[in-house]
């Protein structure tokens, strides 16, 4: 053999050998992996550095742009991860990590996701999946159960119905939210004479078939912006999904939605779905869902909830209630990797009529043919993994009571932490919670003071100043590590829908203490009295608010 | 405290305990995990029931539809999913496992995903992965490389340019598919004058603002079934996923496609994106990327080219032409659980112009505000896991040399087969590999002489019979257990382009031996011509080639 030759047949052995032959027990790759089994939190508390490095540090770890030409040893390659990936990563696990939706994992979920990920099944069909399809179409018969609570009959009859599907699985409520307007598109343009369906001649010839301008969703201006983008993707055009106004507690108004549909109807716009959101993503509110089912059913519009966030407050016994009317619902959206404690990237849609998915079936010849039980035929993606078993390992384990356990202990806490706040005369409550999830700022006693008081300009002149205070404290925060909550931007009526910049909150993870609370408080009170990046700020807060203040007092209004 | 009292006390405890307390080490859970990590392939063989049980029986153990009240021991649904489910699993990693496009995955893929998983990120946005979305950045770039090639300049330029996006990361190559497509749509109608582009206004709008009665997607009959799906989608209708004709080697007829594309035009159909296929699903061809540049180019046409199999054909200097023409592409879709050996789940489109992505741009309050880093913003999916950091690790630990082995190996190997198929005088090859996928079918010698006889009727005939003993065989020797190839659905030039079932196979995983193959087709071979099932359908055939090559006989002719 030739030099050439020799080293061509190691690499073709060495490349054998990475599909042949396990990580050495004692190589850098498998002691982490023990690592994590044996104290993922211990893991994660000392891999992540806490203080945050510059993004545009952390690029130049990421910047080269050429796929290596020789392969380097798997410990280089983990110990690189280690160093520059997991250390600049985020530590979302956190008790103080309180700003998102992605929260702790129960420990069991990631033995579970190494069986998943080993058996590599490919849910599309069941020639790459087996009993993975039965057992995802168990899943979203339990989920649809929890919603739909139809009886024992109902679920014999069409949980393994090839011919039907509960709902579709995939990567996330984007998909799920995305799947079921998809669905209320093809049912509202249906085949009809010389028609033959929206999703065979598109919805041009649909819109000119039935005498319409447009097709229009309908959701408060609190809706996730998954919607306005799956009306991007659908072809009816973002201006096409139409706000409508909240009341204080950001719930839409009913008034309001209902005369908005007349009004479109008036236009010759189609109501093609009109969607409920059970969880806003920005401050936990539900929707009155049961007076939403009545206009949809009245304009004869799908009736979509968006319960991505909020859907599993169904476990509890104590909070269920604040869904009422869920149950009519056409189809609603969940997220697994939100609150059933999944890891990162599944949700699902189910559907409360077995037939709707039919809206959007589709077959091949090589897979999903027409009769199969390949769960593929009604799903918006294709080849999808195994996710499904962690969703049913977690109703198992977990079951009901767990996830009521945990349902009940965020909105509790929720409370808890909005007391907390009102009892601090330096924070301002923005939006308290109903789920749990709440906003807030920070906002000195006399500043609340002068707002209360002051008019439209003054108003507007406070809130910008505290709308750059809150960003500062906010990133500031994020960047020295310890703790993290999010900002968003709402329009509160009593600041004459002023935008404002708000401190965000999601209380999801079990371990967030009231002491965590505390802290995170306190270190934002410090952050925006002492931090010298805020301070002339500050200053200007504090005389605008004083300004206000003695406009107002007794003497000067006398003046 | 009351007895209930306690009991909800123990609860809470329970629940906070999976979240803070690991699995015990010899746990059946621990067990499981180490045992994968000690040995995968022997995890596999052992728990794997290799003979199917019927699908309807699997059900009967996931048919309870009620949500558990109680919780579960995690030890308990470990054993359940072991006797359950992964019992009845689909061996994927099998090197006689060669129907489908899931693979075996190299080791290091397991722990890999074990410390993505623990991390938990979430790349929507960098407040949930904060290095992952660099990394990721970086894996799109040398994606985009791979393909494009362009400078070192460029890649400096652009890679980690907030404002820009070389692609899209998405969980398989129907989601990556769709994204370029809507992007194609979106930019095929952009705002001009009073029109505020498709975007805002829809498809509607845009039809009538431009002048237009439709738009269509066009690609050869062989395109993969997601783009008639994006067809549907993205409000086209499915009927403008316009189908174009193939040569005798599965690859689009250029004088066709243009024909098309200049009828489409005289019926005021907007040409919106011409997509090539770079490996088809069934047959593994490659069209003539080139030449459909050209066309593309010539209609003002979006050029996307399907490389979710084919792509990384591109590591391999020997076969890397094949693609000749991949770089005129305005998108190209990759599928990373394919052939970059990753696990279920990863997709990706790259974008040949970093300004592409901002078609489908889209922005919150909360996240993904505009200036942001966040990759969430060109993405059609919102909340997604860190899969890139696979694909980023399969790119250092195999590098393009490891990659080309692999590709090389894939492809010999199906040369290989077809050679094997050739010699047997009772097979057919039915379509010869280009890349690493090939079709056959069990055929007898006889039937072979009689087909290349027989005239349009009897070759129906024929067809037809050796359909049902296709679909026989390959079902039987699926539920055997022993190897898996598919089937699907072809329609042959040479046999009036009658629809023929044949055997798909799939060449991609390292381990599969020639012994292997030939083991395959003896196992094909004992159960045409011994199965029960099956001997009336062949003494059938038999018959009727008897009856064609008789009529075809010298004295038969000159009766």
Redesign the interface.
Known sequence: MTGKKKSAQA??E???R??????A?EST??R??QN??????G??QEHIVAV?RD??E??K??????????????SE??Q??LD???????H??SPSFI????S????????????M??????LV???????????E??VL??I???VYEQD?AF??KW??DPRFALGAM??????AN?TAL?VA??RAFPAEGSF?G????????A?RYYGY???AILVSRRGH??L??A??????????LIPVDTDDDNRIQTDALRDKCLELQKQKIKIMAICGIAGT??TGNVDPLDAMADIAREFGAHFHVDAAWGGPTL?SRTYRSLLRGIEQADSVTF?A?KQLYV???VGLVVFRDPSLASA?E???????RKGS?DLGSTT????????S?LIH?G????????YE??ID?GIDKAQTFADLINVQPDFELITKPELNILTYRYCPEDVQQALALADELQTEKLNACLNRITKFVQKTQ?ERGKA?V????LEPARYFHYPCIVF?VVLAN??TTREILEDILAEQRELATTEEGVQDEINILHQMASAVLKQHQPDARQA
């Open positions: 690499s073709v060495a490349m054998y990475v599909f042949t032959v396990p990580e027990p790759l498998s982490i992996d994590i089994s044996r104290n993922l939190a893991f994660l945050e993004l545009s952390v690029e770890d990421f910047s080269d742009y050429a796929i290596p030409e020789k392969p380097v040893f798997v390659q983990a690189f991860l520059k990936l997991v250390a600049n990563s985020v979302t696990a700003g998102h939706m992605t702790a994992l129960p420990y069991f979920m990631l033995p579970l996701s190494k069986i990920i080993a058996l590599n099944q490919n069909k069941t020639e790459t999946s087996k009993a993975f399809t039965p057992m179409r168990q018969g339990m649809h159960r929890l024992g679920y014999r949980m393994h995939c990567s996330g409520g984007t998909v995305l998809w598109r093809n033959r929206i999703h065979q001649e598109g919805l041009f010839r819109l301008e447009g097709a912006y998954s306005r983008k009306a991007d993707v659908l072809g009816l055009g973002r201006e096409f993503t920005e476990f997220d990797h890891p990162m990237g959007v589709h077959h091949a010849q090589y897979i999903i039980r918006l993606e294709g080849s999808r993994p195994g996710m078993m390992s109703l198992k384990i977990l079951a009901r009571e767990g356990i945990l202990q994020r993290f999010s900002r968003t931007r965000r079990p371990l």
